[in-house]
């Protein structure tokens, strides 16, 4: 058996990481790449194992409880400020949540306070969400928002409260999820919580069809996310600008949609599909506009940006930058593009205007 002494520094340790790492992921002033959240990912597995290595090394019972909590920390942030709410429904996880849930039921046959019930209920409802338990996770939220007991240090009922309504939004429930995520503000404790909780809100409004609720809402946390304040989440704050763009472009109100757009563009990564969603937006704004010069550059911007990948909106993009080289009365400039989508196996409604239009400029 390992020595104590050496294992509680090495328990010491791993806990700072994982301080270190939830405090750095809540902090992210911008978007997470694909490569930075797999590094935040790689980061929190690695010491899920590490942690789980010491469990099996020690006996002592403090020691045990001390890595078990870390452990059920790491599902939560994982769940809650990497994955914005969404499980990450991995072999590893769904073990790990098994194991949690076992720890604790145990901590609640022994009448331990380690943990306060609301946290025991909480917690519990985390893991079994991740175990694929849908319904009893929701009962567990459901327990968590209707405690009495006050969590002003772990925000839990706002995230309790959040969780459920995004359950109700992937059920398409979305009044349900409205209400629910209108209660979260209750419990938001600084700008950019509430911020979050009224994009989510919006969101829902949205689903609902009524956008002039949803752009109020949107614009109103738009007013409040502070990237320079802490738990500033980039990736709600840029939903909020793509909404706001669209539904003002959606209305043809293209010169209040274009400051969104571009605001995005200050905001994302270029290799980022929000860039590529962005610059065709701001491409069909000046194209609608008789604006073919920048509506070419914006389209080409776009597909630069996605240049290894070949879908269904690469290829329309595509057929965007075509017919504007054709407005510039530029067809060698619009003649790859075309035979760029005749040549595509990627099932695409345009396919035969594309290649009407390139027999005609042959």
Same mark, same amino acid.
């Given at each position: 058996?390992?020595?104590?002494?050496?294992?509680?520094?090495?328990?010491?340790?791993?806990?700072?990481?994982?301080?270190?790492?939830?405090?750095?992921?809540?902090?992210?002033?911008?978007?997470?790449?694909?490569?930075?959240?797999?590094?935040?990912?790689?980061?929190?597995?690695?010491?899920?194992?590490?942690?789980?290595?010491?469990?099996?090394?020690?006996?002592?019972?403090?020691?045990?409880?001390?890595?078990?909590?870390?452990?059920?920390?790491?599902?939560?942030?994982?769940?809650?400020?990497?994955?914005?709410?969404?499980?990450?429904?991995?072999?590893?996880?769904?073990?790990?949540?098994?194991?949690?849930?076992?720890?604790?039921?145990?901590?609640?046959?022994?009448?331990?306070?380690?943990?306060?019930?609301?946290?025991?209920?909480?917690?519990?409802?985390?893991?079994?969400?991740?175990?694929?338990?849908?319904?009893?996770?929701?009962?567990?939220?459901?327990?968590?928002?209707?405690?009495?007991?006050?969590?002003?240090?772990?925000?839990?009922?706002?995230?309790?409260?959040?969780?459920?309504?995004?359950?109700?939004?992937?059920?398409?429930?979305?009044?349900?999820?409205?209400?629910?995520?209108?209660?979260?503000?209750?419990?938001?404790?600084?700008?950019?919580?509430?911020?979050?909780?009224?994009?989510?809100?919006?969101?829902?409004?949205?689903?609902?069809?009524?956008?002039?609720?949803?752009?109020?809402?949107?614009?109103?946390?738009?007013?409040?996310?502070?990237?320079?304040?802490?738990?500033?989440?980039?990736?709600?704050?840029?939903?909020?600008?793509?909404?706001?763009?669209?539904?003002?472009?959606?209305?043809?109100?293209?010169?209040?949609?274009?400051?969104?757009? +571009?605001?995005?563009? !200050? #905001?994302?990564?270029?290799?980022?599909?929000? &860039?590529?969603? =962005?610059? *065709? $937006? /701001?491409? %069909?704004?000046?194209?609608?506009?008789?604006?073919?010069?920048?509506?070419?550059?914006?389209?080409?911007?776009?597909?630069?940006? +996605?240049?290894?990948? !070949? #879908?269904?909106?690469?290829?329309?993009?595509? &057929?965007?930058? =075509?017919? *504007? $080289? /054709?407005? %510039?009365?530029?067809?060698?400039?619009?003649?790859?593009?075309?035979?760029?989508?005749?040549?595509?196996?990627?099932?695409?409604?345009?396919?035969?205007?594309?290649?009407?239009?390139?027999?005609?400029?042959?």
């Amino acid at each position: 058996m390992a020595d104590r002494n050496d294992l509680s520094k090495q328990i010491t340790s791993l806990v700072d990481q994982r301080v270190a790492l939830e405090t750095k992921l809540q902090n992210e002033p911008g978007e997470l790449s694909e490569s930075r959240a797999r590094q935040y990912g790689d980061e929190y597995s690695a010491l899920q194992r590490k942690l789980a290595a010491l469990f099996k090394q020690t006996s002592d019972e403090t020691q045990r409880i001390t890595l078990m909590l870390e452990l059920m920390r790491i599902l939560e942030n994982r769940l809650v400020y990497l994955h914005n709410f969404i499980v990450d429904t991995t072999s590893d996880n769904r073990i790990l949540a098994q194991l949690v849930t076992q720890f604790i039921e145990q901590l609640g046959s022994q009448r331990s306070s380690v943990l306060t019930k609301l946290e025991a209920t909480y917690y519990r409802a985390v893991a079994t969400l991740y175990a694929g338990d849908v319904a009893g996770a929701r009962k567990g939220f459901s327990e968590a928002c209707a405690s009495e007991e006050s969590d002003e240090a772990n925000d839990i009922k706002y995230k309790s409260y959040v969780i459920l309504g995004h359950l109700s939004h992937e059920a398409h429930d979305y009044a349900q999820a409205k209400d629910l995520h209108e209660q979260s503000l209750r419990y938001s404790q600084n700008n950019n919580v509430t911020a979050q909780a009224l994009a989510l809100k919006a969101l829902n409004s949205y689903a609902l069809g009524d956008r002039d609720d949803a752009l109020h809402l949107f614009k109103e946390s738009l007013q409040l996310f502070d990237a320079n304040q802490p738990f500033f989440n980039s990736y709600f704050f840029r939903n909020a600008l793509l909404f706001c763009g669209a539904i003002h472009f959606d209305a043809r109100d293209y010169k209040s949609a274009a400051p969104y757009y +571009q605001q995005v563009l !200050e #905001n994302v990564e270029q290799n980022s599909y929000d &860039f590529f969603d =962005a610059q *065709t $937006h /701001l491409g %069909r704004i000046a194209y609608a506009q008789q604006q073919y010069d920048d509506a070419a550059s914006a389209f080409e911007k776009a597909a630069q940006s +996605q240049k290894l990948s !070949e #879908n269904e909106y690469i290829i329309d993009t595509w &057929f965007w930058i =075509a017919r *504007t $080289h /054709l407005k %510039r009365n530029d067809s060698s400039s619009a003649k790859p593009y075309l035979e760029k989508i005749a040549a595509t196996d990627v099932k695409y409604e345009k396919k035969a205007q594309a290649v009407e239009l390139l027999q005609k400029i042959a």
